[in-house]
């Protein structure tokens, strides 16, 4: 009965057009908005802000590049997280190496520099599609990962390949403590999700879905494949460049590039397909729940089975159970958690009336 | 009839085009004059659709050449031939099923819009105005076409006739100065074709639009057509006014065979 769009009516097409068509959608947005960005950081602890929150942030931001370049272009990549090491390695040595490098422009550069990576390694996709451009994507991955192994410059001649992310300071300020970097990688992944959002929804957006779904028919109506494409690369791995970047320098501090391996790609990969292929909340509902489900089993499964399964079966069974999720939603709902939610707020519309 | 049949506007001459060792299209000449309606016909098989993906440029004829608005046209990518105006829909609907109609027939307004993806993606300002004055010609051709109620139905969830009506309406968003249809009606009840035909007629009359059209249902073919060409085996076997060509020998032969 609340969530009726009666009485509302359209007079504009630029009403017509917004994000949130529907009233309850645009309170219940700014409600997200003001519970995570207010509430959450002065209410919750450091574990909250620093284990589960500030992650799944970042991991959202990827999912959304992830999801840009497959939901959206329709380009299968598994190299997403070999992006993510360029974005942060990039980011660490333009602070580095630059004196007086200001935070938020080492970031947009580290993404640029991700862009310009994920651009070579996007040029496969003009001859081959589907599971071989994955493969194209995999050598991305590999040879990303060797290659910032290999050149000790890279790590500033680090013995060890680690890195540890400079201090984080705007303006004069600093950000050390949890609920400020949580404040900061709120505001800049919000702000990166909303022009997502509104390139997903102009003409850029509808260029990458065009060739998505009938590359012959985008080309007809005159649709440039190679630069739609490229494109498409370009901004996606600017967003995990930009994730790449934050997750070193908000959330672990210390990288090596080990640390973004064929494992977080899946992992990210897997974030799109239960959130949504093709949503930009669908990113974030992907990665809150595959970052909270291992903690949410590890917490579950001892206090119903005890000590008696063995430690590790614990983790073996968060195994089973991610498998046994991919394998439900691609059956089941291809669309992910995102449609779901879809389909729940059309059935609220009409509820409590069966028609 | 209120339009006037002007100069020709594309002249194919001498096309042939090969896929190895199969000739999908030999030696064809033919003409489309500006606003007419002109049909290609002909058995399956025969290289109709091979024809129009020769005029809007997804295959290159090994041999002939094709003279576009009295220019000779050179090797021409599919996009390229968008941007000189040539629109078309296909035998097999090719729509992007995953977005919505009125998403479907934005695309379609592609090559006239200017902002780049930065701007789309600060959205508020020059891409949210452009975006909208788009909206208002899509309007246009929504309500011509009469598919208001479904403007925000994925298109996937259509019903056949209306898919076909989509595509078309796409096709017309570009604003084009030649539409290739292929086989519009294909598959449609009589109703739909009533529709259709109506459609094809108005975009003709209302816009001027040149009208290269594939189809098999010949009452349609001869009652709408200004002139048809026929194909069989991919050779030229017939070309003139609908009376002509049925009464054409050669027609006859290759739709009905003949006795021995």
Not at chain 2, 78 to 83: I, K, Q, R, S, V
Request: glycine share 8%; charged share 15%.
């Amino acid at each position: 009965m609340l969530y009726r769009e009666a009485g509302q009516f359209k007079a504009t097409y630029a009403e017509d057009s917004q994000i949130f068509p529907i009233r309850q959608d645009k309170i219940g947005f700014w409600l997200l908005m003001l519970v995570f960005g207010v509430a959450v950081p002065l209410l919750t602890n450091e574990y909250w802000l620093k284990a589960i929150l500030i992650p799944v942030l970042i991991f959202s931001l990827a999912a959304i590049g992830l999801n840009i370049l497959t939901g959206y272009a329709g380009q299968l990549s598994l190299g997403s997280a070999a992006f993510m090491a360029v974005g942060a390695f990039a980011a660490y040595n333009f602070i580095l190496r630059i004196e007086g490098m200001p935070f938020l422009l080492a970031l947009v550069l580290a993404g640029l520099t991700a862009a310009a990576v994920g651009i070579l390694f996007g040029l496969p996709s003009l001859r081959i599609k589907g599971f071989y451009l994955a493969v194209a994507t995999l050598a991305a991955q590999f040879f990303i990962v060797w290659a910032l192994v290999k050149f000790p410059w890279f790590s500033n001649n680090s013995s060890s390949g680690v890195v540890t992310a400079q201090d984080v300071t705007i303006l004069g300020y600093t950000f050390v403590s949890p609920e400020a970097k949580y404040v900061l990688t709120f505001l800049i992944v919000s702000f990166m999700a909303l022009l997502a959002k509104n390139m997903v929804r102009s003409s850029t957006g509808r260029a990458w879905m065009a060739v998505r779904d009938m590359d012959v028919a985008a080309q007809v109506i005159g649709f440039r494949l190679m630069r739609t494409k490229l494109l498409a690369f370009a901004v996606s791995s600017f967003y995990c460049g930009v994730a790449g970047a934050l997750y070193a320098y908000t959330y672990i501090g210390t990288v090596e590039p080990e640390g973004f391996n064929l494992d977080l790609s899946f992992k990210i990969l897997f974030m799109i397909i239960i959130g949504g292929v093709g949503s930009i909340m669908g990113s974030f509902l992907g990665a809150a729940f595959i970052v909270l489900l291992p903690i949410f089993l590890d917490n579950v499964v001892p206090a119903i089975f005890g000590d008696a399964l063995g430690a590790g079966f614990v983790s073996n069974f968060q195994l089973i159970v991610f498998g046994g999720l991919i394998i439900f939603f691609l059956i089941v709902e291809p669309h992910g958690l995102a449609r779901l939610w879809q389909i729940a707020k059309e059935k609220l519309r009409l509820w409590p009336f069966p028609h | 009839m209120a339009r006037q049949i002007g100069d020709v506007i594309v002249d194919l001459q001498n096309i042939s085009l090969r896929f190895g060792g199969v000739k999908a299209l030999t030696d064809i000449s033919f003409n489309v004059k500006e606003h007419e309606i002109r049909s290609i016909i002909g058995p399956n098989g025969a290289g109709k659709s091979s024809m129009l993906n020769v005029i809007n440029g997804v295959y290159h004829p090994q041999e002939g050449q094709i003279f576009f608005k009295g220019a000779l046209r050179k090797k021409m990518e599919p996009h390229e031939a968008a941007e000189q105006g040539i629109a078309r829909t296909f035998q097999n609907i090719a729509l992007f099923k995953g977005m919505t109609v009125l998403d479907n027939i934005m695309t379609g307004r592609n090559l006239k819009m200017k902002c780049n993806f930065l701007q789309h993606a600060l959205y508020w300002g020059a891409a949210q105005k452009e975006e909208i004055a788009h909206r208002i010609k899509v309007e246009e051709v929504i309500e011509f076409l009469e598919i208001q109620d479904i403007r925000k139905t994925p298109v996937g969830r259509l019903p056949y006739g209306l898919q076909k009506r989509v595509e078309l309406a796409r096709a017309l968003a570009a604003e084009p100065h030649i539409l290739l249809l292929d086989e519009p009606m294909a598959g449609m009840n009589v109703e739909e074709k009533q529709d259709m035909c109506r459609f094809i007629l108005d975009v003709n009359d209302h816009y001027g639009t040149t009208i290269v059209l594939i189809e098999h249902d010949m009452g349609v073919v001869m009652d709408i057509s200004d002139r048809v060409v026929v194909l069989d085996y991919g050779k030229k076997i017939g070309d003139g006014v609908p009376e002509e060509v049925k009464n054409n020998p050669e027609v006859i032969k290759a739709y009905l065979g003949t006795s021995h």
